[in-house]
Each structure stands twice: as C-alpha cells, then as structure tokens.
C-alpha cells in the first residue's frame, strides 16, 4: 500500500524546484481536506517520471496508490484502474466489488467510477491519499472515463491526485504537450488544478546535473554551450554529460564539441560498448516491448543469424553496465526492461527491417494468444491469408470480458493482412459494425476514410450513412442511407431502413417514421444493428403522433417481459424516464431513471447511465429534492465525451435552462451557443433549447428576445410535437413573453390553447404556471375577483416549488394590495424561502423587494437557512434516512465529502444528530 518503502534508488535529481513546490502545496491542502490535482508533462526525456519519484519522495506522511501506462496494455479494459485497486485493502474491494478486477463484464465506468470514489475516500484516515499515475498517454479508455469521473467528484476529500503525461512526439524537445481533450476537460472544468509543462533544464540546473553525476564541466560557458545542444533536454544532456569526456565539453570553439546529431546515436554508442552477447539482449529486449522476462530475451537473442546467449545473466549485467537496460523489482521473476522508452526505441530504429522482422518472427513462438499475433504482425511482409484467418477467429471468440474496441482492433488488424480486396472490406465493415453496435461512435469515425475508399455496395453505404446521421449530417446520412436500403441484401438493407426510420423522426416525420420502423423492430431475426434505432425510432414516433399507450407498448416489448428481462431492459427505462421528464411527469422520470441507474450500480451495461443520472438530477433539481447542476453539467461532459451528439443537445438545453434560472447568464448562453453551433437540431433539442433560450431571455426582461427564442418551437409542426409529446413548457413561456409585452389578447388565446392541453392532465408545473399566467391577465382586465380565484386555484400540493414560489410572489403582491397585509406578506415570505433554497436569484430579488416595500426587512431567523447548493443536496437525502454512504453514491461523491458538508450543516444549525436535523427541518404539511 505504502509505495515509499523498498523503492528503487534514483538517480540523481536536480532543479524543477518551482514544480516541486508546486506539488507540496498540493499535499498541504489536501491535508486541510482541499483535493488537488496536478498535471507533470513533458515530452519522452524530460524528466516527468523522475519528477513525481521525486515528489513521492517529498510527501511524507502520505498514503501512496499508483499506477502506470503501458504502451502494451493500452487496450486492457480497465487496466489503470485494476492497478489502482490492487493496492486497496481487501476490505475495501470487497465493499466495493466493482471497483476491482472481478467486476462484471460491460459495467460502466460510471458505476466504477463511483464504486472507485467510495473506495479511495475511506483510504488512510486523515492523513492525504497520494494517487499517481504515470504515462496516462497509454491509459485504456475505461480508465480515462472512470478517472476522469471520479477526479470531476473529488471535494473535500484528503486526496492529491498526480498525472504524468508524455507529449506524442518524443522529437519535441520544448512546448506544452498534446494531451487527450478529456483531461484537457477536466482540468479546465476543476478550480486549483495545477498544470506543470516540463520544459528543458536551465543552464545552471544543467551544470548541477553534471556535478551530481561526478562530471563537473569545469569551466564557464561550458553550461550554456550544452543548453544550446540539448535545449536542457534532461536526457539528452545526461547522455553526453556520461559519454563524452569534459575537456570536449569545455572547449569554446563549436567544432570541438562532437554532440551526436541526436539521442538515437548516442545511444547506439553507448550500445556498442557492450559484449556481442549484451548487445543481442538488448536488440531482443527492443523488440519485445519495454518491458520482458529475461529468458524470453534470450531466447530470441540467439535467432536471426546471431551466436546463442549463454549466460543471460552476464548479457543483462552488460546491458545494465551501459545504462540501457535494468531489472523490473515490480514485475514477475525475472522481468527486465529499458531504462527510459526512448532507449528501446533508438535501439529497435536502428535494426534492420529484416532482423527485426526475424526477431518478431522468434517472438512469436514464445508468446501465446493476443501478444503472439502482435508480433506476427510486425513480422508479416505482405498479405498473409493464415494471420488473418486466425486474427478473425480471435476476434470472434475473444477472452470473457473483451471490449467491442478489443474485437474491433483485432478486426482491422485481419484486415490489413488480408490477400482478398473483399475479405480486407468486408472485416473493415465488421469492425465498424462492431464499434457502433457498442454505442462507439467516435471509434467508428476513425473507420470513415477505410469505409469511404471501399468497393461501394449497401453495407459500405450504410454503414458511412449511419456515421454520417449520427455526427449530425442528415444532407449527407440521406443519399447513403437510401441507396442501401435500395439493395438485394436484406441485412444492409434492413440497417438501412432502420436508420432512415430515425432520420425521419428526427427531421419530424414521425407517421413515416413509424411505418419505417415498425416493419424493422417487428422482425425478430433482426440484430441490435437494427432493432435500437427502429425502436428508438417506433418510441418516438408514436410518442410524438400523440399514440402513447402503443409507444408504451413498444417499450415493454423492448425491455422483456419482468420475468425475463432482456439487456434492453434498463435502455428502456431510460427512455421512459426521459419522455416523463418532457411531460413533466417527475414522478415516474425519477423512478424510471433511478431504476436504470440501480441496475448499472449493480453491474449491467447501461449505455445510457450517464444521460439518466443528468436527467434524474434534472428531475430532481425541480422538484426540490436536491440542487442537480453540477450533476446534469458532468452528464454534458461525459455526453461530449461519449461522441453522443443527440443527447449532449438535449443535456446542454436542460443546463442551460438551470443557469439562467440562477442567473448565470454567461453560463446559459454559452451553452446555447454550443447547441446553435452543432448545426444538428431535431424536434426534441428544438424543444428544450427554445425553452432555454426564452427563460434566458426573461431573466433578461426581454420579452421579445423570448419570442425570438421561441420561433422553432411554435412552428406548426414543431409545436404539434411538443404537445404530443407533453411538452407544454414552451407554451406557457408564450403567454408569458405576450403578456409582458402586454399584448393581452394575443396571451389569452394563446392560454386557451395551453388550458386545453392541460384539461386532462394532473397538476403540475405548467398547470402552476398556467393560473399563475391567467391571474395576471385577469387583473390586466382589471378582474381583482377572477385575479385572486385564479392564483388561490394554482396552489396545489406538488413539487413544483418553483412555479408554486412564483404564483406565490404573486398572489401575495396582489393580497397586499387589496390590502391583505398579514395573509401577503406570509406568501411572499413562504415564496422566498423556496426561492432561496432553489438559488433563483433572478426570481428572488423581486420577492425580496415586495417584501421590502411592505415594510418587512427580513431577519436573520427568517431568512433562508444559509446551506451551500451541496450542503442542501446532502441534508434533502439524509432526512430521507441515507447513510453517509447511501448519500455518497446518489450524489456521486466520497463519504469523506458527504461527512465535511454534513458537519458544516450541524455547525450551521446548531444540531449534533441526524433525528435533530430531521426534527429541523421538517415541513409542516399543506
């Protein structure tokens, strides 16, 4: 657990005094409970990794758990995160199953993620958590999803996360690192985040490099002159401070000084004054990876027309000697490996094509499985029939537990040796089948220019439609789509249909999507190719030709039976709970949602869990239940991140409807602009984006921007949608823009055809608003009766508090103007508090100012109760009975960071248990 025992010792280390610096304020804050990350990168050589040795060093009284990439396992599902959880306890894997290697196939990382959050917060007590993870650039991609979800969560945990990245191109030997636009993301989005680009030494940290290592440069300027060779480059300017002697270095004259034209030759230097048996080892060594058994290198040392190594022991001690190989304390038995990358790759550069394509052949008939095709691979000289053969057939019965991606990889692998023109297009087709089957979209987009240079026919069309529709580029999707579902094979051409299907739903042809799709979904015979978007496309369709019990139906047929569910099943609910959502219905959106979402805690696949859990805190946020915006802001990225265009519009519309509801402007419209910006609307992003648009815009008190905001939705067709789909919020907005442009008879008709939308529907927050809009038209007619019996009829029991608070500022403002003082002023202050515990600024000045001009300033006893969004977030679950662990895993955070918010809430409201903070804050009923 405790990485700082039995440690290698470390070379001598000089400078970076500013990033270390930087590293022990990360530690001291997390000790203060102030998490921290902090991002080293360099590029190949520039000392990152001997940079957090260093800081490890530094960081006494830390518990460390690290991790490293490898160039090797860059493809092994959840790799970093199973060396993470290697070193938790077992109590803790053993709380926390998912987290660890035995987790069930096809969990999302999601799920991990939280199970990882938990496990990591209840980790060394009070003293700080040390996580390090070295060469990120080789991270598979669950890990990066995973910790890039636990690292958006981290609080007030004790933790300091350090991440090593290496720039992609090794030649660079100054500049700022390219990196994966997810951690790019993270870092952006996490406030203290520390970023540390490693650039090359100064010329005075060069000279005491050179003192540590014994080779004083002995004289002035000799510094400088090496900076300007190397550009402080740490490993660079090692190698020649160790191969060349100082009288070279201290001379002036530039012809003096023999610096090798690059680090590729000093190295081959170096290898060169090792034994002929050394020198074997090293070359195999190359050519098996970073990383090896030393019988293995051996072995293969003593093929390709080379003397045998007998003694392995001594060619390794050779290796070692001239500072290019060393034995691997962390590995099995016998593992050995390069000191740095750079070295395996400057030695495997200089080998012939021929000996390397011998050595590989050699490594072959040691390795078994995934790594003997590897090498055979790098063997091959041409299209080879048998590796491709046994590439596929690898591909087809992978190991329990591989990813679409690893089956994938094997597919385009196959097809690169393919001898058949049709055999190497038809694996590139699976592949690409694969990926998107799996939801891989942004995969499967790096197919695009294999699909495209393909022989055409109905699957390579198809298949570049489908790219095409989901990036967004229906004009382009069309013509590919049409002339697949055109040819004789029924397999491309059912495809085909299916995803012209959804292309008319999206483009609001919803009768010819159902007729579309329903052909499709009804067949059984057909694959997940086809039946998820046929059936995303029948839902939808019937949804919006206002034909909800068959789309149910539809549903239910997906999901299964509840005695043999299928694993469309959470999908479904999914679905469900976000078509609730749009009408409004919380109560079934937040039990269909949280369902799906127990079911990803427990293990299944759910494609769709990040799209609920923004959803449910969505759904949540309005109702009252907790603050949902940092939620449903992590559901964007994560959206962004999964490649998934359509639901990131749908996210972002209802993100930016929850920031200009707190009068983040800024916040809300740059959202708007994202959404404007993608150029792929539909019905239903045009639905909630308009909504966004117009509440932006009344925050504004800009009537007509509202109306501006609203033109997509009130298009006939658009609004015929929205009504089928029971999407009433853009019509209540209408009233209102109208009305305060106090165009009254414009908003009436436009009321009535709200009121008839709302006839046979429960109440809720659009029938809230609805009395609230025809209060205020009445007293525009000067009806002080039918006012006031308009507003007292919108008070119903429901957790709509934001529509409840507004008709409440409302009617109180008109009771204190009929001169009801006492019952006024008691409604404003109940609207207030809901206000307040909502974070309505823009709805709550006003209430204030009401309040104010009836004489009452507020006190500090009647004031809101002074909780953060999160603290408010924690106490709604825990009158509810969640233990501190129950809480975490709603919300998505640490225990550790639900017990900080919770001591503070006792602090605040003078309680020191969970009964008094029940008692508290109970509410009385209506």
Not at 35 to 48: D, E, L, R
Not at 775 to 781: D, F, I, Q, T, V
Not at 807 to 836: N, P
Request: aromatic share 2%; net charge negative.
């Amino acid at each position: 657990m405790d990485g700082h025992e039995g440690a290698p010792p470390r070379r001598p280390f000089v400078g970076r005094r500013a990033e270390l610096e930087a590293v022990d304020e990360a530690v001291a804050a997390a000790r203060r409970g102030e998490p921290g990350i902090v991002w080293i990168a360099g590029a190949a050589g520039m000392g990152k990794s001997a940079l957090l040795a260093s800081a490890i060093g530094r960081a006494d009284g830390t518990t460390l758990i690290n991790a490293t990439g490898d160039e090797a396992e860059a493809a092994l599902p959840y790799g970093i995160v199973d060396q993470l959880a290697a070193a938790l306890p077992a109590d803790l894997l053993a709380e926390h199953p998912l987290a660890g290697p035995d987790r069930a196939p096809g969990a999302d990382p999601m799920v991990v993620g939280a199970e990882l959050l938990a496990a990591l917060g209840a980790v060394g007590g009070d003293e700080p958590l040390l996580v390090v993870v070295d060469d990120v650039q080789w991270a598979d991609d669950l890990s990066v999803r995973t910790l890039v979800f636990v690292l958006r969560r981290l609080r007030h945990d004790h933790v300091v996360v350090l991440l090593g990245a290496r720039t992609p191109d090794p030649g660079l030997l100054d500049g700022e690192p390219a990196v994966d636009p997810r951690w790019v993301r993270l870092l952006d989005a996490t406030p203290g985040a520390r970023r540390l680009p490693l650039t090359g030494l100064a010329p005075a940290e060069l000279s005491e490099l050179a003192a540590a290592l014994g080779r004083p440069l002995g004289s002035t300027g000799a510094a400088g002159r090496l900076w300007a060779r190397t550009h402080g480059h740490p490993l660079h300017a090692r190698t020649l401070l160790e191969e060349l002697d100082p009288e070279a270095l201290a001379a002036t004259t530039t012809d003096v000084l023999p610096a090798p034209r690059s680090l590729a030759a000093v190295v081959l230097v170096r290898l060169s004054r090792a034994s002929a048996a050394g020198q074997a080892l090293v070359v195999a060594a190359s050519v098996l990876g970073e990383a090896c058994s030393l019988a293995d290198a051996a072995a293969v040392a003593g093929t390709a027309g080379a003397d045998p190594v007998d003694d392995p022991v001594a060619a390794l001690d050779e290796g070692v000697r001239v500072g290019l190989l060393a034995e691997r304390g962390n590995r099995p038995v016998g593992a050995i490996g390069f000191v740095h990358p750079l070295l395996r790759a400057a030695v495997y550069g200089d080998q012939s094509p021929a000996r390397r394509r011998a050595l590989h052949r050699a490594a072959a008939s040691l390795a078994t499985g995934r790594a003997a095709l590897t090498h055979r691979i790098a063997a091959a000289v041409g299209p080879d029939a048998e590796l491709a053969g046994d590439l596929e057939r690898l591909a087809v019965d992978v190991p329990a537990g591989a990813t679409a991606l690893d089956v994938a990889d094997l597919l385009r692998a196959a097809a690169g040796v393919a001898v058949d023109l049709d055999d190497h297009d038809r694996l590139v087709f699976r592949a690409a089948e694969v990926l998107l089957a799996a939801g891989e979209t942004g995969r499967a987009g790096a197919l695009e220019d294999e699909l495209t240079a393909a022989r055409p026919g109905p699957v390579r069309d198809g298949l570049l439609g489908r790219l095409a529709l989901l990036r967004g580029r229906p004009a382009l999707a069309r013509p590919l789509l049409d002339a697949a579902a055109q040819g004789n094979d029924p397999g491309p051409r059912a495809i085909a249909t299916a995803d012209l299907a959804l292309l008319a739903v999206l483009d609001g042809r919803p009768a010819q999507a159902v007729e579309l799709a329903g052909a499709c979904f009804a067949d059984p015979d057909n694959g997940p190719l086809v039946r998820q978007p046929a059936g995303f496309a029948l839902i939808l369709g019937l949804v919006a030709l206002g034909r909800g019990d068959d789309a149910r139906a539809v549903l239910e047929l997906a999901g299964g039976p509840p005695e043999a569910r299928t694993p469309l099943h959470a999908d479904t609910l999914v679905v469900r709970g976000v078509l609730a959502a749009a009408a409004d219905d919380d109560g079934e959106a937040a039990r269909c949602l949280g369902e799906a979402l127990r079911l990803a805690r427990a293990g299944q696949p759910v494609r769709t869990a990040t799209v609920a859990a923004g959803y449910l805190a969505m759904v949540r946020d309005r109702t009252g239940e907790v603050d949902g915006l940092e939620a449903v802001e992590l559901a964007v990225a994560s959206a962004r991140d999964a490649g998934r265009g359509f639901a990131e519009l749908m996210v972002r519309g209802y993100a930016a409807q929850m920031h200009a509801l707190r009068g983040h402007q800024d916040r809300a419209r740059a959202h708007l602009t994202v959404i404007a910006d993608a150029d792929s609307a539909w019905w239903g992003s045009t639905i909630v984006t308009a909504a966004a648009g117009a509440l932006t815009a009344l925050v504004d008190d800009d009537a007509a921007g509202m109306l501006r905001a609203l033109a997509p939705v009130l298009h006939p067709d658009v609004l015929a949608i929205a009504d089928a789909v029971g999407a009433l919020a853009p019509r209540v907005l209408h009233v209102e823009a109208l009305l305060r442009l106090a165009r009254f008879a414009a908003a009436s008709e436009s009321l009535g055809a709200l009121d008839v939308r709302l006839a046979d529907r429960p109440p809720g927050h659009a029938s809230i608003d609805a009395a609230r809009l025809r209060g205020l038209l009445a007293e525009a007619a000067g009806d002080a009766a039918g006012a006031r019996a308009a507003f007292e009829a919108g008070r119903v029991a429901v957790a709509a508090p934001l529509a409840l608070a507004r008709l409440e500022t409302e009617l109180g403002r008109h009771l204190v103007t009929a001169g009801e003082r006492r019952t006024g002023v008691d409604l404003l202050r109940s609207a207030r508090d809901r206000l307040a515990a909502l974070g309505a600024i823009p709805f709550l000045a006003p209430c204030e100012e009401l309040l104010h001009a009836a004489g009452l300033t507020p006190s500090p006893e009647e004031d809101a109760l002074g909780l953060t969004p999160h603290e408010d977030a924690v106490v709604a679950l825990v009158v509810r009975g969640l233990t501190n662990r129950e809480v975490a895993r709603e919300l998505f955070v640490s225990p550790r960071t639900v017990a900080y918010h919770l001591s503070n809430v006792y602090a605040k409201l003078g309680v020191t248990s969970r009964a008094q903070l029940r008692d508290r804050m109970a509410v009385p009923a209506r």
